[in-house]
């Protein structure tokens, strides 16, 4: 027998392929590499890269080495670039399954450039900068000794250089400052490789500064339609997902009674209280109680407790709420909606934390045209 979906994640693949071409035709010439590192964010990067590339996306990016084998091993052959820090001993791997690495200092150009030599061909590469992040990357000052390591190490195919602002909401001053720290960096590079691409803008730059789409653009949040306050009028993205559960159990609870580990909530007054399956493994952290809101029957009602596996809902203003209800944790029920953004940031979380730490017991649903495609769970 089929089990029964109690709890689910449906990823609308229309929505993901319409926010894909909109943000392609927003920035005009620019390449639009989408992110698919952490499961694409929560959705599931497999089905999620498969569907790009039959759109006919042909370059996406990771974080790790093994999300990109992961992509390779389900069929994806577009152009792979990981985008995280790669050990040494990973760097074979990643000829093996044909990944870009991003590489960040001149010992792993070498080690990059050796394995290039054993393979008998060249291997194509990004070089990472640091505009002020302090993560992966070259200093600005440490452009010639890049450069200069390059010219030296004729195996490596340079296909790019990029960068990742620390702060693209945070002001002029910051910004042009690294963005004046990437073009100084990268434009030595251009008369002896004028193919390279230059990229550092992501979702918050596209949404914010036009002139930093340079050649190409790395998009995570926006792809999947997260809410940000500063979406320009001609850019309409879509969420891609809705996150629905059950009604488990109802009762009512007398004053002094607690509700949760630790007692942090005592009920003060007799209150109706909605169990759901979902806890800790679901998105739901300790900020979330006492702030967040769900649907059932149309109406919001209050987070009052969350454990690993459960989570109670206050139902007190709902009577009629019983076992088997739907819940509606980010989608729209009745005339209410709540956005990924909004349930994220009632935990302090934001939209791609919430999904990162949502574990496949929530079961994700893919749909194109309204049928269902596929499913990725802990039982697929
Ligand atoms: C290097 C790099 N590029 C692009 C992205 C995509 O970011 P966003 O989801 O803001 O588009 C990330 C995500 O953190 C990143 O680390």
């Given at each position: 027998?089929?089990?029964?979906?109690?709890?689910?994640?449906?990823?609308?693949?229309?929505?993901?392929?319409?926010n894909?071409?909109?943000?392609?035709?927003?920035?005009?010439?620019?390449?639009?590499?989408?992110?698919?590192?952490n499961?694409?964010?929560?959705?599931?990067?497999?089905?999620?890269?498969?569907?790009?590339?039959?759109?006919?996306?042909?370059?996406?990016?990771?974080?790790?080495?093994?999300?990109?084998?992961?992509?390779?091993?389900?069929?994806?052959?577009?152009?792979?670039?990981?985008?995280?820090?790669?050990?040494?001993q990973?760097?074979a791997?990643?000829?093996?399954?044909?990944?870009?690495?991003?590489?960040?200092?001149?010992?792993?150009?070498?080690?990059?450039?050796q394995?290039?030599?054993?393979?008998?061909?060249?291997?194509?590469?990004?070089?990472?900068?640091?505009?002020?992040?302090?993560?992966?990357?070259?200093?600005?000052?440490?452009?010639?000794?890049?450069?200069?390591?390059?010219?030296?190490?004729p195996?490596?195919?340079?296909?790019?250089?990029?960068?990742?602002?620390?702060?693209p909401?945070?002001?002029?001053?910051?910004?042009?400052?690294?963005?004046?720290?990437?073009?100084?960096f990268?434009?030595?590079?251009?008369?002896e490789?004028p193919?390279?691409?230059?990229?550092?803008?992501?979702?918050?730059?596209?949404?914010?500064?036009?002139?930093?789409?340079?050649?190409?653009?790395?998009?995570g949040?926006?792809?999947?339609?997260?809410?940000?306050?500063?979406?320009p009028?001609?850019?309409?993205?879509?969420?891609?997902?809705?996150?629905?559960?059950?009604?488990?159990?109802?009762?009512?609870?007398?004053?002094?009674?607690?509700v949760?580990?630790?007692?942090?909530?005592?009920?003060?007054?007799?209150?109706?209280?909605a169990?759901?399956?979902?806890?800790?493994?679901?998105?739901?952290?300790?900020?979330?109680?006492?702030?967040?809101?769900?649907?059932?029957?149309?109406?919001?009602?209050?987070?009052?407790?969350?454990c690993t596996?459960?989570?109670?809902?206050?139902?007190?203003?709902?009577?009629?709420?019983?076992?088997?209800?739907?819940?509606?944790?980010?989608?729209?029920?009745g005339?209410?909606?709540?956005?990924?953004?909004?349930?994220?940031?009632?935990?302090?979380?934001t939209?791609?934390?919430?999904?990162?730490?949502?574990?496949?017991?929530?079961?994700?649903?893919?749909?194109?045209?309204?049928?269902?495609?596929?499913?990725?769970?802990?039982?697929?």
């Amino acid at each position: 027998m089929r089990p029964e979906i109690v709890t689910k994640m449906e990823v609308n693949l229309d929505s993901l392929l319409y926010n894909y071409q909109e943000i392609k035709r927003h920035v005009g010439k620019a390449e639009v590499v989408p992110v698919l590192k952490n499961g694409a964010y929560g959705h599931g990067a497999v089905p999620l890269a498969k569907s790009l590339q039959e759109a006919g996306c042909n370059h996406m990016a990771v974080a790790m080495v093994d999300e990109g084998i992961q992509l390779r091993r389900a069929g994806i052959t577009a152009e792979l670039l990981v985008l995280g820090v790669v050990l040494p001993q990973q760097l074979a791997t990643m000829v093996e399954y044909e990944l870009t690495p991003s590489l960040g200092d001149v010992a792993s150009m070498r080690a990059w450039a050796q394995l290039a030599r054993q393979a008998g061909r060249q291997l194509p590469c990004h070089l990472a900068m640091d505009v002020g992040l302090g993560r992966l990357g070259f200093l600005p000052e440490q452009a010639e000794e890049a450069l200069q390591a390059l010219r030296e190490l004729p195996e490596l195919k340079l296909r790019g250089i990029r960068s990742h602002l620390s702060h693209p909401a945070g002001g002029k001053e910051l910004n042009d400052r690294e963005f004046a720290r990437f073009q100084q960096f990268s434009e030595p590079f251009l008369p002896e490789y004028p193919e390279i691409v230059r990229h550092l803008a992501a979702s918050k730059a596209v949404l914010l500064h036009p002139h930093m789409y340079l050649d190409l653009v790395r998009v995570g949040g926006i792809l999947y339609g997260f809410d940000y306050e500063y979406y320009p009028e001609t850019l309409k993205l879509k969420p891609l997902l809705t996150y629905t559960t059950k009604v488990g159990h109802v009762k009512t609870l007398q004053p002094g009674w607690g509700v949760g580990y630790g007692l942090n909530y005592v009920v003060q007054k007799p209150i109706r209280v909605a169990l759901l399956p979902i806890g800790w493994s679901d998105g739901l952290c300790n900020q979330h109680i006492g702030k967040a809101q769900m649907l059932v029957r149309g109406q919001f009602a209050t987070v009052i407790g969350a454990c690993t596996d459960f989570a109670m809902l206050d139902v007190t203003h709902i009577p009629e709420v019983s076992v088997d209800d739907e819940v509606v944790i980010i989608g729209s029920q009745g005339e209410n909606s709540q956005t990924v953004g909004e349930f994220a940031s009632a935990g302090q979380l934001t939209a791609s934390q919430l999904l990162g730490r949502t574990s496949l017991r929530v079961a994700r649903v893919y749909t194109k045209g309204g049928i269902v495609q596929d499913e990725l769970s802990i039982l697929s």
